[in-house]
C-alpha cells in the first residue's frame, strides 16, 4: 500500500463484553442524547432491498434507536424488533408515534428473545455484530424463523473496517467476509453477497468511509 503502514483505529465497542448488563449499560449510555445517534433514515442498503419486496412481517434483531423499523413501518410492514437498550427502544417508540406507525419493540438479549412458532418474511441485520461463536448460532437459526421465500438481508463491518473511523467493532474476529457469510447462510439460497468500500452518513455513530459486506439470502 505504497509502504504506508494503517494502524487500527481504536474504538470500543459493547459487543465486546460478555456481560449482559454491562452491554446494557453501554448502549443505554449511548443513545441518552437528544440526537439520534446513527440518525434517523434508514440504512441506504436495507432501503434499497425492501423497496423491492412485497410486504409482510419483519424481524429487526439490534434494531436500537429504530431507524429501519419505523422505515419498514412506514411502508406497511407488520415489524417486530429486539435490542437490548430499554432507551434506544423508549426512542424508537418515540420516533414511530412522530411517524405515526407501529412497531413492536421488545427488550431483550436476542438469545432470551422467545419467537419460536413466529415466521416472518424478512430478517434484518443491519451492523449486528456478535462474538464467532455467538454469530454462527444466531445465523444458523435464522433459517428456522424465515417463511417460505422469506429473505435475509445483512450489511455488516468487513475486516478491514479496524482501518476506518467511521464505526464498529475493534476485533476483527466479530467481523464479516464472504467467505464467512456464505459459510454461515449455507442453509439459504444466496442471491448477493459482495464487499464495499462506501461513504456512510448514519449520523455520527456511522460516518466516513466504511468497508462493509452486504448478503442477501432466500429460504427456498
Known amino acids: 500500500m505504497n509502504g504506508i503502514i494503517l494502524e487500527p483505529c481504536i474504538r470500543t465497542n459493547a459487543l465486546f463484553l460478555e456481560n449482559s448488563d454491562t452491554m446494557n449499560s453501554f448502549w443505554n449510555s449511548k443513545y441518552s442524547v437528544d440526537h439520534y445517534v446513527y440518525g434517523k433514515c434508514p440504512n441506504a442498503f436495507f432501503k434499497s432491498v425492501i423497496d423491492t419486496l412485497p410486504i409482510g412481517r419483519m424481524f429487526i434483531p439490534a434494531a ?10 412506514a411502508l406497511g410492514w407488520d415489524v417486530t424488533a429486539v435490542d437490548q437498550s430499554e432507551v434506544g427502544r423508549q426512542k424508537a ?3 414511530a408515534e412522530e411517524r ?6 421488545d427488550t431483550a438479549n436476542v438469545f432470551d428473545f422467545d419467537i419460536a412458532g413466529e415466521s416472518f418474511d424478512a ?14 448460532r444466531f445465523h444458523s437459526s435464522v433459517h ?4 417460505p421465500n422469506g429473505i435475509v438481508i445483512l450489511e455488516a463491518f468487513h ?3 479496524i482501518y476506518n473511523s467511521s464505526g464498529g467493532p475493534q476485533d476483527p474476529s466479530m467481523l464479516m467476509t464472504v467467505e464467512s457469510l456464505t459459510k454461515e447462510f449455507a442453509g439459504l439460497t444466496i442471491l448477493e453477497c459482495s464487499e464495499h468500500r462506501i461513504t456512510l452518513d448514519e449520523g455520527p455513530g456511522h460516518s ?12 427456498i
Not at 144 to 147: D, G, I, R
Not at 208 to 219: C, E, F, P, Q
Open 64 to 73: 436500537g434507536e429504530g431507524r429501519d423499523a419505523v422505515y419498514a413501518a
Open 93 to 95: 417508540l418515540r420516533f
Open 100 to 105: 405515526k406507525v407501529s412497531i413492536r419493540y
Open 123 to 136: 430478517v434484518a441485520l443491519i451492523y449486528f455484530h456478535l462474538s464467532p461463536q455467538d454469530r454462527k
Open 144 to 147: 428456522n424463523v424465515l417463511s
Open 159 to 161: 475486516p478491514r473496517q
Open 208 to 219: 466516513g468511509i466504511a468497508d462493509v459486506v452486504r448478503l442477501v439470502a432466500k429460504k
